[in-house]
């Protein structure tokens, strides 16, 4: 039978084996998760109230020779206690069953503790692994977003008409949350909307290596919101951009973007950029065409799978043959 706890710094060694596979970004991506989890494991054993686990936790299953056979990673949605995120998860060989195990232990250890929407970003190349949340642990399809490569950043630096973006500041979250949930397409809001704390600044963000930056674009008449744009970096070189934008200022985009980049270029002239494009927005088609037609490079696909309710679901389970890695980003 699988034993599952949460993780130690004596199992350090076998998380190093199992994830030997990734290549080396990934692992440090996923190191700097566990050492964060890890103390803080020891601080939140002593909280009992789910609102005040704001870091990562993380999980490991072994079998009964005590090999560790897989290990997971979630996450509190930051200004929502209830929605948490599967952040990392890898598998051992034919670990199919532990997996599923670990996922549903998570499930009802949060679940006993009123949270009551669990969701997951995964490559939509990984059917297999899609299959094991979606037959196997009672999850759903929902939408997809993808992440693209800016190959002419030049182009979006032109002279365009300068758009007047305000610094976002806390007091705009309600602006920011009434934006993403009318921008949402209508059948995707029970699963996918937001509330106003999500939008808040996060105070533990010295805990973190990211650096992020908000910006709101406002309607002079009105004071609602045209638009918002988020730029985040790890290393001042690569920086990622997510945009919030509803269809009738779609035209605002080439300006939108061009502002990111101005704001970018200001901290670094050499730097790469990522821009993220959510499906499940009305304007998401309209994006993903001006991406494509002005050769913006389709790095990645994600499926986004939810479970917002409890549900068993018996499926016939299927060994895998191959160990599974992921590393999902946040919508």
Same mark, same amino acid.
Request: net charge positive; charged share 25%.
């Given at each position: 039978?699988?034993?599952?706890?949460?993780?130690?710094?004596?199992?350090?060694?076998?998380?190093?084996?199992?994830?030997?596979?990734?290549?080396?970004?990934?692992?440090?991506?996923?190191? #700097?998760?566990?050492?964060?989890?890890?103390?803080?494991?020891?601080?939140?054993?002593?909280?009992?109230?789910?609102?005040?686990?704001?870091?990562?936790?993380?999980? $490991?299953?072994?079998?009964?020779?005590?090999?560790?056979?897989? $290990?997971?990673?979630?996450?509190?949605?930051?200004?929502?206690?209830?929605?948490?995120?599967?952040?990392?998860?890898?598998?051992?060989?034919?670990?199919?069953?532990?997996?599923?195990?670990?996922?549903?232990?998570?499930?009802?250890?949060?679940?006993? #503790?009123?949270?009551?929407?669990?969701?997951?970003?995964?490559?939509?190349?990984?059917?297999?692994?899609?299959?094991?949340?979606?037959?196997?642990?009672?999850?759903?399809?929902?939408?997809?977003?993808?992440?693209?490569?800016?190959?002419?950043?030049?182009?979006?630096?032109?002279?365009?008409?300068?758009?007047?973006?305000?610094?976002?500041?806390?007091?705009?979250?309600?602006?920011?949350?009434?934006?993403?949930?009318?921008?949402?397409?209508?059948?995707?809001?029970?699963?996918?909307?937001?509330?106003?704390?999500?939008?808040?600044?996060?105070?533990?963000?010295?805990?973190?290596?990211?650096?992020?930056?908000?910006?709101?674009?406002?309607?002079?008449?009105?004071?609602?919101?045209?638009?918002?744009?988020?730029?985040?970096?790890?290393?001042?070189?690569?920086?990622?951009?997510?945009?919030?934008?509803?269809?009738?200022?779609?035209?605002?985009?080439?300006?939108?973007?061009?502002?990111?980049?101005?704001?970018?270029?200001?901290?670094?002239?050499?730097?790469?950029?990522?821009?993220?494009?959510?499906?499940?927005?009305?304007?998401?088609?309209?994006?993903?065409?001006?991406?494509?037609?002005?050769?913006?490079?389709?790095?990645?696909?994600?499926?986004?799978?939810?479970?917002?309710?409890?549900?068993?679901?018996?499926?016939?389970?299927?060994?895998?043959?191959?160990?599974?890695?992921?590393?999902?980003?946040?919508?």
């Amino acid at each position: 039978m699988a034993k599952i706890k949460k993780i130690s710094y004596s199992d350090i060694l076998q998380i190093k084996k199992l994830i030997s596979v990734v290549c080396s970004d990934n692992v440090m991506s996923y190191r #700097r998760l566990f050492f964060l989890s890890v103390p803080i494991t020891y601080i939140q054993n002593f909280i009992y109230d789910v609102r005040l686990r704001l870091l990562p936790e993380t999980y $490991v299953v072994s079998d009964n020779f005590k090999n560790l056979k897989g $290990v997971i990673t979630v996450k509190a949605q930051y200004g929502n206690p209830y929605k948490w995120q599967i952040k990392r998860l890898f598998f051992a060989k034919n670990a199919y069953e532990e997996g599923k195990q670990l996922i549903e232990y998570i499930i009802a250890k949060l679940g006993a #503790r009123a949270v009551d929407t669990f969701y997951v970003s995964v490559d939509d190349n990984q059917q297999e692994l899609i299959d094991l949340f979606v037959k196997g642990c009672g999850f759903r399809f929902c939408s997809t977003e993808s992440l693209w490569a800016v190959s002419n950043i030049n182009f979006l630096s032109d002279n365009v008409q300068e758009l007047q973006f305000k610094l976002f500041k806390n007091s705009d979250n309600q602006k920011a949350a009434d934006l993403f949930n009318d921008s949402l397409i209508t059948h995707y809001k029970y699963s996918l909307s937001k509330e106003k704390n999500e939008f808040n600044e996060n105070l533990i963000q010295g805990f973190y290596s990211e650096t992020n930056f908000k910006y709101i674009l406002e309607n002079p008449d009105s004071k609602n919101l045209k638009a918002l744009i988020e730029i985040k970096t790890l290393d001042n070189k690569n920086y990622f951009l997510d945009t919030i934008i509803p269809p009738q200022y779609i035209d605002l985009l080439p300006q939108i973007l061009s502002f990111a980049v101005k704001k970018i270029s200001k901290r670094n002239k050499n730097f790469k950029l990522y821009i993220k494009n959510r499906k499940y927005l009305q304007a998401g088609e309209y994006i993903e065409d001006f991406f494509r037609n002005n050769r913006f490079e389709l790095l990645q696909n994600n499926a986004i799978l939810v479970r917002d309710f409890f549900k068993c679901i018996k499926e016939e389970n299927n060994s895998f043959n191959q160990a599974i890695v992921f590393s999902g980003f946040e919508i």
